[in-house]
């Protein structure tokens, strides 16, 4: 019962782990930001648009997909269903098909 159930917890994770932890993390959406902010110059400087005005909206795709990575990092993971209950037993039978329509 709490912190007297006799379980031993699981020793802290070093900090030089978890510091090559955080900037792994931080250099995937760096380049994530990076590849977006390449691909938006590209298509930017092939429709027309001047040098500067490419750099510009590169720039700006690449620091929101880095902003917007680092915000979709702080939100929950999706809800694992539950199984549906199985039979007790390997020779149990399951309930008959009708059982949950409410028959006569």
Excluded: E, K, N
């Amino acid at each position: 019962m709490g912190r007297h159930d006799g379980r031993r917890s699981a020793p802290p994770t070093p900090w030089y782990r978890r510091a090559g932890l955080i900037a792994l993390r931080w250099l995937g959406r760096l380049a994530l930001g990076a590849l977006a902010g390449g691909v938006v110059l590209g298509a930017t400087l092939w429709a027309g648009t001047s040098w500067q005005s490419a750099q510009l909206l590169g720039a700006a795709a690449g620091v929101l997909v880095v902003a917007a990575a680092a915000a979709a990092a702080t939100l929950p993971g999706p809800v694992v269903p539950a199984a549906p209950p199985s039979p007790t037993r390997p020779g149990d039978p399951s309930p008959p098909r009708d059982a949950t329509r409410g028959g006569p």
